[in-house]
């Protein structure tokens, strides 16, 4: 004896027991497979009377021809020629920059002798009263990264146009004066200033073009713009030049999902922003993140980055910029005039990291909600986008902003 109880033996007679029983027994139900004898897999060694017979077929009628099933079209938001995947840009918003200045401000002041007594009627005068103008010469520029733009590289060319209606600075107030008894002179009153209000159109045209196999890109926005009612020396001129460097970690071509981090840098190209303290002219670095994510038909995207500028008397800001859209219409013919159409909205929020209220550049915080529509034509590729922006905290730095833009990707 080995020491092996009867139990455990049977523990292993019975599974080999099963090994071998269970392929005998399946084998005789298939048709009499045993072992190693071979199959039959074209039924050569069955006999004849056990095959089944064919059914006659029924030669007047034509052969059937299978209908393949119908294949989808791609899904894709701009319907471009390779089925690549393209959702529409963002829309974007800001016209919310004032710088303090100094203004002159006629008034009428009145003579008196050393007595104080008034010597003939009030003359013309000045005085000169601290405000903050609306900052045309950024707001002309064009630098924010959600201002039409994608997170996702592409290959395009554009033009916008931009009217801000009713850009808004804040009053100022400065009190007057009279000349001391024993002294002749003028009395000056007390001067009070509205905020300057003033309507600016803007122009911006410029590139994008990729490189890595479509996963990065380079891009350039050239603006121009003209202030109607004048309130800085330039009342019309390009602005602030924008290049955009953009690279995807994530850009699914099936699913159209993006997530892409970049930096745009914008060159003091254009005028100066006047203040008190001088003109400022500097540098913007602006660092950001965007991502896109689809569901079928809807869409979100948005943009999240950081202004810094290289002048200490300048504002640093965050934005932080989400849209949704939604495909209403697809046209299934690429040649057809309409392509698509898609609704949208977005929320723009504006925030200045430290507080500017005695800053010579101010930036109140901002929240802009932005609806359009985005129609594709002639098969996706040049893409048209009307809407209009309008902030909804106080206090308003504009009361609408009206916009166009074309987008021709290639």
């Known amino acids: 004896m080995d020491g092996t109880s009867p139990w455990r033996r049977l523990g292993l007679i019975v599974p080999a027991a099963l090994l071998l029983v269970v392929p005998c027994a399946t084998a005789l139900a298939e048709g009499g497979r045993f072992f190693l004898r071979p199959r039959c897999p074209d039924n050569s060694c069955v006999k004849p009377e056990m095959l089944p017979k064919p059914e006659p077929k029924d030669l007047t ?51 008196v002798d050393t007595s104080g007594i008034p010597i003939g009627p009030p003359v013309a005068g000045t005085q000169r009263v601290t405000v903050y103008d609306p900052a ?47 002294t002749a002179g003028n009395i000056v009153p007390d001067t009070a200033v509205a905020g300057r209000r ?60 993006v997530f892409s981090l970049g930096l745009a840098v914008t060159a003091p190209t254009g005028p100066g922003i006047d203040t008190v303290d001088g003109t400022i002219r500097d540098t913007l670095i602006q660092p950001y993140i965007g991502y896109i994510w689809n569901y079928g038909n809807l869409y979100v995207q948005g943009f999240h980055s950081f202004v810094i500028p290289t002048d200490d ?78 902030p909804i905290t106080g206090p308003r730095p504009f009361d609408v902003e009206a916009f166009v833009q074309f987008n021709y990707r290639f």
């Open 61 to 111: 009628k034509p052969p059937e021809v299978p209908v393949p099933e119908p294949t989808p079209a791609p899904f894709t938001t701009a319907a471009l020629g390779d089925g690549s995947f393209s959702t529409p840009q963002m829309i974007g918003d800001f016209g919310g920059i004032r710088s303090l200045r100094s203004i002159v401000v006629p008034v009428s002041v009145q003579p």
């Open 136 to 182: 045309v010469a950024r707001i002309g520029s064009g630098f924010k990264i959600a201002d039409n733009e994608s997170p996702k590289p592409l290959d395009r060319v554009f033009g916008v146009y931009n009217y801000y209606n009713g850009l808004t600075g804040t009053g100022g107030f400065t009190a007057g004066s009279r000349p001391p008894i024993g």
């Open 313 to 390: 008397r300048d504002v640093a800001l965050v934005f932080n910029d989400v849209g949704m859209g939604y495909y209403l219409y697809r046209n299934p013919d690429r040649n057809g005039l309409i392509a698509f159409i898609v609704p949208t909205g977005e929320v723009h929020v504006t925030t200045p990291i430290e507080s500017t209220e005695t800053r010579f550049i101010q930036v109140p915080d901002i929240v802009a909600m932005t609806a359009g529509v985005h129609v594709g034509l002639f098969g996706g590729r040049p893409l048209l986008t009307f809407g209009a922006v309008a």
């Open 198 to 257: 003033t309507n600016l159109h803007r122009q911006l045209m410029g590139f994008e073009k990729t490189f890595l196999q479509g996963n990065a890109s380079i891009g350039l926005r050239v603006p121009y713009y003209q202030d109607e009612y004048k309130l800085t020396a330039f009342s019309q001129s390009i602005g602030d030049m924008t290049a955009i460097l953009k690279f995807a970690l994530l850009n699914d071509y099936t699913t159209g999902n």
